[in-house]
């Protein structure tokens, strides 16, 4: 069976009487079943005798040969084989859940990613031209306060002008007036 390598380890903890019970057999075909299991699988471990509590524990997969062992018609399939391939589809349906969830988890948090480094990204730019409108900003702000400097300097000037203008004239009228009285 290919599925044995990824199957998942179960246990079955019952009383030899449970097991007499749920293969409907004597309790000497039992022991002798699970015995042949144990001497034809010595390597595996598929079964454990607790003598405190006189139950025998037994791996999934010996449950099945125990259930071959007990089978009177090739095709009758046991109720335990049933539960087990059930149980086994219900683990192999939850592991694939989980990983579709850990990749959808995996995604959301790259999508995330992207969007928080977008989103920094837009606040620096933003940021970047904000200070680009403040500096200029200032800058025509100093070059409107420099233009009216330089009006007001072109004004002085003027009035530096006129004021020697007046006073040459003013100069000039005072030799004009001493010199017609004469």
């Not at 620096?124 to 233009?147: G, T």
């Amino acid at each position: 069976m290919p599925e044995e390598a990824s199957a998942i380890d179960v246990y079955y903890d019952m009383d030899i009487a449970q097991i007499c019970q749920h293969f409907n057999k004597s309790r000497n075909t039992v022991d002798k079943a699970i015995a042949k299991l144990v001497k034809d699988n010595p390597d595996k471990d598929w079964k454990y005798k607790n003598p405190a509590t006189r139950r025998i524990t037994i791996k999934a997969e010996g449950v099945e040969r125990l259930s071959t062992y007990f089978r009177k018609e090739k095709h009758e399939v046991s109720t335990v084989e049933m539960e087990l391939r059930f149980e086994n589809e219900k683990l192999k349906a939850i592991i694939e859940e989980k990983e579709k969830a850990q990749a959808q988890i995996e995604q959301l948090y790259q999508e995330k990613l992207k969007l928080e480094i977008e989103k920094s990204k837009q606040t620096f730019l933003i940021e970047a031209q904000s200070k680009d409108e403040k500096i200029s900003e200032l800058e025509s702000e100093n070059q409107k306060l420099k233009e009216i400097e330089e009006r007001y300097n072109k004004n002085q000037e003027e009035i530096e002008n006129y004021k020697k203008k007046e006073e040459e004239y003013n100069s000039k009228s005072f030799f004009y007036r001493l010199t017609h009285k004469f």
